[in-house]
């Protein structure tokens, strides 16, 4: 949780108990579930919105799914699965693998213009 180990949320649950008192402490403990139920409400409507807004295609999207950390960790299983595919098809039959030449003296590279 956050990375807060449980001796750390005591030290904390003791400092607080020690700053508010322990009468005040469970208005503050109330007010704290109110605001974040508040913040799970928001989120979960902002979710929604964005499915609504970006159609049927999304719908399995999730807030998680937003984060860069999780893109390129999700693309970069994607290539390490794609080449790990490759490397079975080497094992197999080493004769499928396409062998490029080297370009001769003089000779221009293929070009794409569509592609650029």
Do not use: C, N, W
């Not at 299983?77 to 499928?96: F, G, H, S, T, Y």
């Not at 030449?101 to 650029?116: K, R, S």
């Amino acid at each position: 949780m956050f990375g807060i180990g449980f001796g750390e949320l005591v030290v904390i649950a003791f400092l607080a108990v020690l700053v508010f008192g322990p009468d005040k402490l469970p208005e503050l403990a109330q007010q704290a579930g109110r605001f974040l139920r508040q913040l799970r409400r928001f989120a979960t409507s902002a979710r929604d919105e964005l499915r609504a807004e970006l159609g049927p295609e999304y719908a399995d999207l999730e807030l998680t799914d937003l984060d860069p950390r999780a893109i390129v960790r999700k693309h970069i299983a994607e290539a390490m699965a794609e080449l790990d595919e490759l490397e079975d098809v080497i094992r197999e039959d080493p004769a499928d693998v396409v062998h490029h030449e080297p370009l001769a003296e003089g000779e221009l590279p293929p070009f794409d213009v569509d592609a650029t």
